[in-house]
């Protein structure tokens, strides 16, 4: 799976999955990619991935994207290690995978999620783990009982610790 990673501004260090298809950055909630940049329109720019291809695009946004430096007004091509600038932020793609092993099981899990209408799902598994954690006492399987109860409605296997 590949990912975003911000390299300068107020989301510096921050790791975001890319998925298939539109991926719409800006500072919407309603956004894939929700930045904290003031400087960013609420829908500024869209990555597009298809098959490891992955094209930039802006969304009429008030201050622009710019791929070397450059403002875009057409889509761009880009590819892993490729960085572009949205508002203030500096963001590069990337083809490893999101963080540690935690980070990417819940971006594996919430691929999977944005398949499927689950709406409800989180509140009764955050329950179900709820309950497992009180009746084991603490997690004695587990380092992550959330994920082992989604696993579990997802009918996915559990991964040793």
Not at 62 to 87: A, E, M, W, Y
């Amino acid at each position: 799976m590949s990912k975003l990673v911000c390299h300068l501004g107020f989301n510096e260090g921050d790791e975001f999955a890319l998925r298939e298809g539109e991926n719409v950055l800006g500072r919407g909630k309603e956004c894939d990619i929700a930045l904290f940049d003031k400087k960013c329109s609420r829908r500024h720019c869209v990555v597009r991935k298809r098959r490891g291809y992955y094209v930039l695009e802006d969304l009429g946004s008030f201050n622009g994207t710019f791929v070397d430096g450059r403002q875009i007004s057409k889509r761009v091509h880009l590819r892993p290690g490729d960085t572009f600038t949205l508002g203030t932020t500096v963001v590069r793609i990337s083809s490893k995978p999101i963080g540690g092993l935690l980070d990417q099981e819940a971006a594996n899990l919430t691929e999977e999620l944005s398949a499927h209408d689950y709406h409800h799902l989180f509140d009764e598994v955050a329950a179900d783990a709820v309950k497992s954690q009180k009746r084991h006492g603490t997690t004695k399987n587990s380092k992550y009982p959330f994920l082992d109860a989604l696993r579990g409605w997802l009918h996915l296997p559990h991964h040793a610790a």
